[in-house]
């Protein structure tokens, strides 16, 4: 990431910002660039397993996407309640993250205007 010098403001994201600090949408980047790289690699990971009979081909109206959610979303709450481990939580809120994203690729896939904008 860009260092500025301190006290000067510089131009990020379309606004004049805080030489001192990164602007908002910069620091997100930064902190979310390794779940974001997890939750992709979980995508990768459910395909490889899956194969064939994955679901991330079929239609958003696909009646199979929500009880597949709906079964990652249980594992969150048994991790939270019955588990009590951290790391067995994010892992799980992983699996979510990765299902949900899988979900919304299938959206975005399926609209027309949408093609142009994901070559």
Known sequence: MEQHAPGR?????GRWAQSDR???PHRLAKRLAGPIAEI?????RNHE?????????RPP????????????????CRALTLEGDTGALRAE?????????????SIDRALPDQ???LA
């Open 49 to 57: 397993r899956w194969g064939t009979k994955s679901i991330e081909d």
């Open 40 to 44: 992709a690699a979980q995508r990768a």
């Open 93 to 105: 809120l992983i699996d979510v993250a990765a299902t949900a994203l899988m979900w919304v690729d």
């Open 61 to 76: 109206e696909y009646v199979g996407w929500l009880p597949t959610l709906g079964e990652e979303y249980g594992e969150v």
């Open 22 to 24: 990164p602007c908002l």
């Open 9 to 13: 403001r510089h131009w990020c994201c």
């Open 115 to 117: 093609e142009a904008n």
